[in-house]
């Protein structure tokens, strides 16, 4: 059960969480550019479908057609983690800024934590900037609490990361 209010449900209605696919990665990939995530590249959630982990690399994806102005565009957000023995890392999670502040954060998060304790996961654990208070503040409220920190682990521009860790 979700510790958190659902999406909004107008919007509810023509988004679902579904697994990512070799198809979504140019959208994937955009996302990721414009939202100023540490850049992972097509080749590597290429190669990170491509591991078995797929059931862990999440998008929420448009029902509808998309609007005659954006027809390629049918991705909201997604979210890759990787199952690591009983280790879930969660290594990105975006959302598209037109749809932020709806909920949707917390839909990728609850799922793939969901889904990653069903798979084998005690805890999940993750690094982000310092300066990102927006995604902490998602983080906390999934009870992830800061365990850590790496001096300069983020270049362009060089920050801390914290490290954020969540008994699931
Ligand atoms: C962080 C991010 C994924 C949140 O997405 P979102 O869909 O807007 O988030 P939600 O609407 O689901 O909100 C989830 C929680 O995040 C926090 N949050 C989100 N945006 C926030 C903001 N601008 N300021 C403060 N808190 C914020 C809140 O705690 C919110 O919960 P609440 O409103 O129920 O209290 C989005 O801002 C994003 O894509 N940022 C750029 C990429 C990024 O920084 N990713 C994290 C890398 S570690």
């Known amino acids: 059960m979700s510790k958190v209010e659902p999406a909004r449900e107008s919007l509810k209605n023509i988004l ?10 140019l ?16 080749e590597a959630y290429h190669a990170e479908l491509q591991s078995g982990h ?4 999440l998008v929420l994806r448009r029902q ?11 991705l909201a ?15 990105n999670i975006a959302v598209r800024p ?3 502040r709806q ?9 793939v934590l969901q889904e990653g304790a069903v798979a084998g996961a005690r805890e999940a654990l993750l690094e982000v900037r310092a300066s990102n208070k927006a995604a ?23 920050e801390d990361a914290l490290v954020m860790r969540a008994t699931l």
């Open 64 to 74: 509808q057609p998309a609007p005659a102005t954006a027809p390629d565009k049918r």
């Open 136 to 158: 902490q503040a998602l983080y906390q409220r999934h009870d992830f609490r800061v365990a850590g920190r790496r001096r300069n682990y983020y270049a362009q521009p060089a």
């Open 16 to 25: 679902r969480v579904e697994r990512m696919t070799e198809h979504d990665l």
């Open 27 to 42: 959208e994937v990939v955009e996302i990721e550019e414009m939202c100023g995530l540490s850049r992972w590249g097509w």
């Open 77 to 91: 957000g997604f979210v890759a983690s990787r199952l690591m023995a009983d280790e879930l890392h969660i290594n």
């Open 54 to 57: 797929a059931g862990l690399m």
């Open 103 to 111: 909920g949707f954060a917390h839909v990728l998060l609850d799922r």
């Open 98 to 100: 037109a749809f932020r």
